[in-house]
């Protein structure tokens, strides 16, 4: 839909760490049983991500689907296909136990890079975040500061936030305000 | 007098001289001074006032445990209240001021307390509630507040920013003693990873000062090697002024960083507050030494022996020219003999021993220092400042033998283990006998969730006072520290260290032993709030037998310092009292922050615009931009109304009401809450969270219903749309969303776990926009793009479709009695569709009401409202909603509760409209007064009012309100009371709570 905004309007601050709107992004909520085999056929099939261990991600081309809990799943694609694919979702689990709902409009994605990202995030969630415990392609639900979060290490320079969009500018700004913060020495 | 001796200090950078202020006056100290040896070296004794008697105090320590030396620091945004001048570190520009005294420190009109000091004994505070009440509010309370408080409150915003961090580690030390660098060494060494932090600038602790030998080397050699190769550990961090605040659960600790505390740039964090979360906790953190209770221990000039040796070793500061040492162990003469190395005269050393044959003593007695044992001070001689000690048998009742003359009095009553951060989680302490203190009993140590131990106490805090045996402690306990993170411990050996040896301490709580009322009336044991040996004595005798009571009745230890001095002292005259064994009387409580901790480093980031988060719907901009007038939902701005230029806000309200009746208005309705229940037993769920049916709704429909607690009592209410054949869509309420959301979530986990029910908390998907009144199916036919006729929508039906190009889903439900569509559309859309209905409405006079507007126009329609007419007490059938709940079902959550005796008490209030006869606005919250008095002399109550407004509609006030018997009483007129204190009532009449279109025909066209 060509009058959907983000909700942080391509919001940037730069510094050591850039702090910034990732945009508009497909994101489907998809609970089930994640051992069934109608659950990991339909993450396969019409996603090409197979189901991720638990803290875990795959990655499929522009399509992600995160560990939320034991029986959720997030799925992250190109906002204009999410509609498309809540509805193919639904289908291939049409019969089992499921729920499958749209939630890119809902959440806002924030995108943190730069070597230091680590520290940015020490300063703002009680999650363990060092490299040892926290490597690329780990999921992490948590929160930052006073606001639920989730976080995803992309890279060793790349972080993806998830917050709730009512509170995706407070998100934008104590990320901002922590990536200022003097070297913490910690990574 | 206290002045800078020529030579020494090992602290001190001579060569760099600092300048600051003391109450006004520019005084200048030396790089690596506190503001404490800075004062002394200036020969600024008195520091400070006491809090109930205002006497004149001197610092007595040299560390955290300060209670005297409290200091008002910086100005204007900087100033700080209650400051340790014995932590604070001297920087150029340093700003303070002594507190708590009248019109000067040297010159105080409170001293007068202590002229009647027996006027104000343990209890006086409690003593005053008993009094008569004329008394508490004309005599005491004047007096207290008069002559009560420290330091000043700040008044300026605090020009600083503080910030938190989380780290996660192995091993946290607390304590950068020799202990605690061992305790780091053996951690580091066994691969585990390590966080050592030392609460003040300088790595050691005691040692340099106390000397000591390790590995063949000196204390302060072998502390720069151990720096050194913790340093080159890439699996160490090391942290000075940093504090080990407080121990909890799980491994996790509150450590509080001070970063620019000791800097004249203030730029940057001031505190940071870090959250550790630590596999296991290892507590280095000492030990303090205590004051000896003699009469007039309180002079300025008394201090406690190891401080008098830290002023002299590390900052070249005299205590004065002669002072005298009075003991019960070997330690202290380690004092006499620092003092006699820096030229300075010890006339004496009172042993209250019956011998002192140690190598300590040998060594004093060899240096010319004139050894008395079995003695004590009777008496500390001066007014303002020591000038003489009056000697006394330790075993006698206090007869003066001798008087000498001296400047400075150097006490030691024997150590006690720093056991705050062991204890803060349940770490128990046994009593050792032989050293008088409390030690950590290793037994019974704080346990984590698999019950062991996740804390180890190491070194001198473990009750090893002797250096060979606290590194030897220290050491093992950081290997075991190691192992518990799971590590295998090092196999390298232990650093060795050799001590003198000390002969055994001899206890002494009192001096003399056989003291008189007299002198017990001037032995202090918590200099800070002025508790002595008599007011502990009186309590016990007053019955006062826990030592918790004992503690609130006297305020011991409850100062800024929380008793480090005065604990156990206080403890061992409580248990002479009782004729009670020290360890029977037991401590009083250890609650952390081991000191105290900034507010600003509490707060963090959580300040101005990030003090909270501010929920904000797909529409605030808009809000925002045009004349919302804010009110808090929950975490959530919602307008209240929209003020045009020059409007007044009631005048607002009233206009958005009327367009709304007369033609059209617009609601963000965004922050209700939306929940997707979904399954094969998602209607039997509903059915037991709601007290109506809502699975026998058609799929299409839309059903208002309400939610109880377990106890009967209504706790939210909303409309469910049935989506399909195993799918649900709940609205809750805004406030009510997380939380009804969490309540389903919390039965669907923990009760019925075996129902196929999956919840999604979808809130924040959708913009939702009300769009309200006579003209509504008019605006969204030019909208364009679905049928919202009556016949295809009909009123409590729901339909997809498209609007002006958007995907929407169309609620034909209203909260306002007129035609209405709740248009719910993609959060990312939601402006641009609110664009568009401002646009088409134009021709109608579009009008966007905000939440007052809401709740007029439902209380018009008697509708309720959770948390108006509902307050957690109330039940639906309290509110005439007895439709709403089923008789068919066999069960819903809260049907139990709603059967018991109270709740089908006939004389609960109920819910009726209220109309004053003078059609003013009834008082929000006022009662129904009836007649005579109830058993507690109040009035007599028969209802209250819920709701209060203006009706613009009906052009009189309207209210809603829970009466006895109330439905039963229509057209009765009873009296509000009025609530501006004048003892008026208000006549208003029982009316049925709809006040506007009984009928219901205007939402149904």
Known sequence: MSDAVSVLLGARVDGPVTVED???????????????????????????????????????????????????????????EASALTASLAEALEGTHHLVADVSDARAVLRLTGGALRETLARLTPADVAPASFPPGMVRRTRLAQSAAAIRMVSDNEAEVYCFRSVARYVMDILANAAQGRPLGLF | MTTRLATGGRLLDRGRSVSFTFNGKRLSGVEGDTLASALLANGQMLMGRSFKYHRPRGVVASGAEEPNALMNLGSGGRFEPNQRATTQELFDGLEAASQNHWPSLEFDIGAVNSHVSRFLPAGFYYKTFMAPRPAWKHVFEPFIRQSAGLGRAPKERDADVYEHAYLHVDVLVVGGGVAGLTAARAGGLSGASVLLVEQTGHWGGRAPVDGAEIDGQGAEDWIASAVTELEAMPNVRLQTRTMGAGVYDHGYALVYERLTDHLSDKTGPRHRLWKIRARHIVTATGAI??????????????????????????????????????????????????????????????????????????????????VLTGRGIAKVKGRRAVEGVAICAQAGEGAVLEEIKCDAVAMSGGWSPVVHLWSHCGGKLNWDDAGAFFRPDPSRAPTGADGTAFVTVAGTANGHLLTAEAIADAHEAGKAAAKAAGHTATRKAAPKATSEVEAPMAPVWMMPQGAGAALRQKMWLDYQNDVKVSDVQLAAREGFESVEHTKRYTTLGMATDQGKLSNINGLAILAGSLNAAIPQVGTTTFRPPYTPISMGAIAGEARGELFQPLRRTPLHDWHEANGAVWEPVGAWRRPYTYRKPGEATEDAVAREITATRASLGLLDASTLGKILVKGPDAGRFLDMLYTNMMSSLAIGKCRYGLMCSENGFLMDDGVVARLSDDAFLCHTTTGGADRIHAHMEEWLQTEWWDWKVYTANLTEQYAQIAVVGPNARKVLDKLGGMDVSKETLPFMAWADGALAGHAVRVFRISFSGELSFEVAVKANEGRALWDKLLDAGAEFGATPYGTEGLHVLRAEKGFIMIGDETDGTVIPQDLGLGWAISKKKDDYIGKRAQERSHMTDPARWKL?????????????????????????????????VTSTYYSPTLARGIAMGLVLDGPDRMGEVIDFASLDGTGTVVKTKIVDPVFFDKAGEKQNV
């Open chain 1, 22 to 80: 990732a945009g508009l992004c497909g994101m489907i909520v998809l609970r089930g049983d994640l051992s069934s085999p109608a659950f990991k056929a339909a993450c396969t099939e019409i996603l090409g991500a197979g189901v991720p261990e638990a803290l875990g991600s795959t990655v499929a081309g522009d399509r992600a689907v995160l560990w939320m809990s034991t029986d959720e799943v997030l799925v992250l694609a190109p906002f204009a």
């Open chain 2, 289 to 370: 030494e205590r004051p000896l209770s003699f009469a007039a221990n309180d002079l300025p000039g008394v201090m406690l022996a190891s401080a008098v040796r830290d002023y002299v070793v590390n900052y070249g500061v005299s205590p004065g020219d002669r002072t005298v040492v009075v003991t019960n162990n070997d330690d202290a003469y380690r004092t006499a003999l620092a003092l006699k190395e820096a030229g300075l005269e010890v006339p004496a050393i009172l042993d209250a021993r019956l011998e002192a044959t140690g190598a300590l003593p040998e060594a004093a007695r060899a240096a010319g220092i004139r």
């Open chain 2, 912 to 944: 009726v409209g209220l109309e004053t006869v003078d059609g003013t606005v009834l008082p929000d919250g006022a009662y129904a007064v009836g007649d005579g008095v109830n058993e507690n002399g109040q009035r007599v109550t028969q209802g209250r």
